[in-house]
């Protein structure tokens, strides 16, 4: 620097104005660099981690996953799958696999250790087809019909539970079977062709037989089938009579079931 531009500079910094001005730039230079180391050591900036998969396991296991990854846990709700374990996570928000970063808060919803019950609905003097949404709409299935000719209009006269007869309003848990008597024309000699049911998990093998009018006789292979959730996740291989067949209101379909095979990799 020549002698020339440094008596130049000096003439600027002893001006009071134009040092307090580079003073203050400075300042702000400084904050804005302390305020961005900051807010990255807070916010972990392009730090985030994915979440693990809490569906299935228990409150315990899934406090410790948890905070061995800095997340935080809270309960939102609770539902009622049969198909779940009872007192597991059934559904987690933001889902397994997602980026957050540390200190993230994950709603979950919890299957609960006890079935919810709601009232049995009035299905008496209504078709099957309606029964069936009715008696669905409130999370129940429907067991076994029973025809008969003594009732002359082929819709429901009687809701049965376990045998007995089940008033309107009961409270029941729900998931369970209510069985249903159906009138049937003194001359109707309607028939109705077996579906093929081959490959439909258990639920949906009972709903498209019980849609035909007809009943479902369930049978499990033993391997492997141990719990409901393990009936529920069967397939069906093999029925008796075979799809296409001609069957009556009421007859019995037999459908055997098993688990699926798993595809080795």
């Not at 559904?91 to 709601?118: C, D, W, Y």
């Not at 028939?191 to 049911?197: H, N, R």
Request: aromatic share 10%.
């Amino acid at each position: 620097m020549s002698k020339k531009s440094s008596k130049k500079l000096k003439k600027l910094w002893s001006n009071m104005l134009f040092r307090h001005a580079c003073l203050i730039a400075g300042l702000v230079i400084f904050l804005l660099i302390l305020s961005n180391v900051f807010l990255d050591v807070f916010t972990r900036h392009g730090k985030s981690a994915p979440v693990p998969n809490f569906t299935g396991k228990f409150l315990d296991s899934v406090m410790v996953i948890a905070k061995n990854n800095s997340l935080r846990i809270e309960i939102v709700d609770s539902v009622f799958r049969i198909d779940a374990p009872r007192g597991s996570v059934f559904v987690q928000n933001p889902e397994a696999g997602t980026h957050v970063k540390k200190n993230r808060k994950i709603f979950l919803t919890m299957n609960s250790f006890s079935p919810r019950k709601e009232s049995v609905p009035n299905v008496i003097e209504t078709s099957l087809r309606q029964a069936k949404t009715e008696l669905n709409a409130k999370g129940f299935r429907i067991g076994r019909l029973e025809y008969t000719r003594q009732y002359p209009y082929v819709e429901v006269f009687q809701q049965m539970y376990r045998g007995r007869n089940i008033e309107p309003g009961v409270l029941l848990p729900v998931g369970e079977y209510i069985d249903l008597k159906l009138g049937l024309d003194s001359v109707s000699t309607a028939t109705f062709s077996v579906p093929d049911v081959t490959g439909l998990s258990r639920h949906a093998v009972e709903d498209a037989i019980i849609d035909n009018s007809l009943n479902y006789i369930l049978t499990f292979d033993r391997k492997g089938v141990n719990t409901i959730t393990d009936s529920l996740n069967c397939v069906a291989y093999e029925q008796d009579p075979p799809a296409g067949s001609g069957a009556y209101y009421g007859a019995n379909v037999k459908v055997k079931l098993k688990l699926p095979v798993k595809n080795k990799k």
